[in-house]
Every structure is written in structure tokens, then in C-alpha cells.
């Protein structure tokens, strides 16, 4: 069974008041699979960010099979949910939309949304843009993530014990993040790591693998992450390791960085 961890290569849940929706088109072939059945294929998707830096797919009603949903219930916010059922399988009100204009709702994505329906990512089997699997969430086309070489000093320490010690890291700069450090295995001390059953995925990097660090009798568990088989765009950090800034102490050109106030922390 996976673990249920906090990824460093999830989208942060964010606390502040919700910001106002956006919505536009999309060009991507999407299609959502359940049981085995495309229960949504649509060419002309639309993307909304619903809150935050969440953002999802809706698609035009004639694009869904309907005669898959079943009602389930009504929000107070205006949303019909509906049941997906196929075969014996059912995700439990995974599916919903506006069905006419509501106007005791807050909900300010209303308005745009109607005659689109969406699904409980989590819910479906299986999410596809074009021919690619996408996991998590779709890819946010205004969010950037950039892996670039380097010859920064990067030591990680943990309860004064080195465990990483490189001058060939790869930075990745990622949108709304704090700097990640990836380190080649080479310059880890790997004896002091032990792999975790633990995999999370990232739709912007892939299916990320996790290693705890054990000093004496103390372990850090899920403290480090690696890209063992990254999506083709975002090949530099094939093999590479990072750590969590949050946790450990890492050392940048000798000094010690401070550790960064986010999700993970």
C-alpha cells in the first residue's frame, strides 16, 4: 500500500482567501477513463483554476457520456453531482456541474461553468492529455519548472553527520516553490538512506520514490525524494536526489540556508 506522505511534488494547499476563478479554453485532447470506459472525451476542454493554484478540466456536456452519471445530490452552492457508474464500479457523486443559474451561490466560477461538467480527479482511473497519462492535476500552462546544472557547494547535514556533499547539483526552480537541490546518488552517503514504499506523483516531473535517513537510532522518514524515471520534460533530474529544505539543514556555498516556511515544514 502507499504511503500517505506530504510531497514536496504536490501543489501546496493554500489558506489565504480564494482568489477570483479563471477559465480558458484548452487545445488538448483530454479524456477521462473509468472502469476501463472513457466516460469523458472531449477536443475542446476547458481549463479553470478553481482556487489557488488548483486547476482542472470541465468539458462541454455533449462530451461526457451522461448515461453514465446518475444524480446524487444538490450543493448549496448550485452543483448537481452525479454519481459515475460503469459495470459493477461506482464513484460516488465523482461527477458535477451547474445546471441553471443559482443565485443564493458565492461560488464566483459559477456563471462560466454552466453546460460544462468536470470529475473528482482521484475518483477516475485514469486521466489522459493526447496520448499521456497526467497525474494529480493537469499541467498549469503559466507554471514554470526549470532544472538547471550547477557548481554551487550543496551539503546536506543531518545531527551533524554529512550526508550529501556535492559542487554538481541540478537547481530546480519551480514556480511558487523553494529552490530544490538534486544530487547525484555519488555524492550521497546511500548507506545512511533506506527506500521507502512511498511514491507520490507530480504531474510536472512524474512518479517521485522516497528514501528515509537513519543516524544512529533516529530516523527521518520520506526526507528525500527522487525522479527515478521523470516525464521526458524534465529529464535533468533522471536519478537525482533531493532533500527537504523544511527538515535538514543544507549548506550552500558554507552557509546555512534558512529552512523555508511552507506546506512540508
Avoid at 482556487?51 to 448550485?78: A, I, K, N, W
Avoid at 460544462?116 to 493537469?138: A, C
Wanted: charged fraction near 30%; glycine fraction near 4%; hydrophobic fraction near 35%.
Amino acid at each position: 500500500m502507499k504511503e500517505a506522505i506530504k510531497s514536496a511534488n504536490e501543489t501546496p494547499k493554500v489558506s489565504a482567501a480564494r482568489p477570483p476563478v479563471r477559465v480558458e479554453p484548452s487545445q488538448r485532447w483530454v479524456r477521462v477513463e473509468f472502469n476501463d470506459q472513457i466516460v469523458a472525451d472531449s477536443k475542446e476542454p476547458i481549463l479553470v483554476w478553481a482556487g489557488g493554484h488548483m486547476v482542472t478540466y470541465y468539458f462541454p456536456e455533449q462530451d461526457v457520456r451522461q448515461e453514465l452519471l446518475t444524480p446524487s445530490r444538490r450543493g448549496s452552492d448550485g452543483k448537481q453531482y452525479y454519481d459515475v457508474q460503469v459495470g459493477e464500479r461506482t464513484a460516488e457523486a465523482a461527477a458535477w456541474r451547474y445546471p441553471e443559474p443559482w443565485p443564493q451561490s458565492a461560488d464566483s466560477e459559477q456563471p462560466a461553468l454552466i453546460g460544462y461538467i468536470t470529475f473528482k480527479w482521484n475518483k477516475m482511473d485514469h486521466w489522459y492529455e493526447e496520448e499521456q497519462e497526467i497525474f494529480v492535476h493537469p499541467r498549469d500552462p503559466y507554471h514554470r519548472v526549470d532544472a538547471i546544472p550547477s557548481s554551487r557547494h550543496i551539503r546536506v547535514e543531518v545531527d551533524g553527520v554529512t550526508v550529501a556533499d556535492t559542487k554538481r547539483p541540478v537547481l530546480l526552480f519551480e514556480t511558487g516553490l523553494p529552490i530544490r537541490y538534486y544530487i547525484p546518488q555519488e555524492d550521497i552517503r546511500m548507506d545512511l538512506l533506506s527506500a521507502s514504499r512511498a511514491v507520490t506523483h507530480c504531474p510536472y516531473k512524474g512518479a517521485a520514490s522516497y528514501w528515509s535517513i537513519k543516524i544512529g537510532d533516529e530516523v527521518r522518514r520520506n526526507v528525500v525524494w527522487g525522479y527515478l524515471d521523470p516525464i521526458e520534460e524534465i529529464p535533468k533530474i533522471k536519478g537525482l536526489l533531493s532533500f527537504f529544505n523544511e527538515k535538514l539543514d543544507i549548506y550552500v556555498d558554507g552557509a546555512l540556508e534558512t529552512r523555508p516556511e511552507t506546506f512540508w515544514s
